[in-house]
T-cell receptor
Framework: GIQVEQSPPDLILQEGANSTLRCNFSDSVNNLQWFHQNPWGQLINLFYIPSGTKQNGRLSATTVATERYSLLYISSSQTTDSGVYFCAGGSQGNLIFGKGTKLSVKP | SAVISQKPSRDICQRGTSLTIQCQVDSQVTMMFWYRQQPGQSLTLIATANQGSEATYESGFVIDKFPISRPNLTFSTLTVSNMSPEDSSIYLC????????????????FGPGTRLTVL
């Protein structure tokens, strides 16, 4: 099955810093999503991005489908950005999740 | 996007008992999915539930342990049977956005999860 690798596993930032999270896939996927899991466990949809580039406020994402990777950019980080960021993708409607990047933003 | 609710939001159960988790969607959807998130871990797909057919289970998950019902296009249940402490997890249901537009694979949205502790 498809393997999803995320890096880095942990990231500590000072408030206001920028960061890039990466997601690599072992095979082609038809759907690809980025999520933020808040401290209460709720999964929040950030981007649905099987290919191309999207932006939403301070967040943006780019997927290069031909090279099987996706990047999530966080600019001007805030303490509320803390949590775990997951990427997930699949080829048959289901989603295979990476292990996540745990982000801590310090004031 | 679909609005998804789950019941219960959390529960503490004794080993050997069973718990049924409900997932309700505010619109009709074809595909519903059940995931498990063990403490400190990522999400793992348990099964895919389509209305009118048997659920399709992923490797490592069996129907006797996790029976699923899908009686209509807005509702599904997952039962965790004969529980042990290793079943302590967050259980989440998700649905594919039905659109429009209708695409081959659509964005998935997740319910708030059921936090289960087995003693």
């Amino acid at each position: 099955g498809i393997q999803v690798e995320q890096s880095p596993p942990d990231l500590i930032l000072q408030e206001g810093a920028n960061s890039t999270l990466r997601c690599n896939f072992s095979d082609s996927v038809n759907n690809l999503q980025w999520f933020h899991q808040n401290p209460w466990g709720q999964l929040i949809n950030l981007f649905y991005i099987p290919s191309g580039t999207k932006q939403n406020g301070r967040l943006s994402a780019t997927t290069v489908a031909t090279e099987r990777y996706s990047l999530l950019y966080i600019s001007s980080s805030q303490t509320t950005d803390s949590g775990v960021y997951f990427c997930a993708g699949g080829s048959q409607g289901n989603l295979i999740f990476g292990k996540g990047t745990k982000l801590s933003v310090k004031p | 996007s679909a609005v998804i609710s789950q019941k219960p939001s959390r529960d503490i159960c004794q080993r050997g008992t069973s718990l049924t988790i409900q997932c309700q969607v505010d619109s009709q959807v074809t595909m519903m999915f059940w995931y498990r998130q063990q403490p400190g871990q990522s999400l793992t797909l348990i099964a895919t539930a389509n209305q009118g057919s048997e659920a399709t289970y992923e490797s490592g998950f069996v129907i006797d342990k996790f029976p699923i019902s899908r009686p209509n296009l807005t509702f599904s249940t997952l039962t965790v049977s004969n529980m042990s402490p290793e079943d302590s997890s967050i259980y989440l249901c998700s649905v594919e956005d039905p659109g429009p537009p209708v695409k081959s694979y659509n964005e998935q949205f997740f319910g708030p999860g059921t936090r289960l502790t087995v003693l």
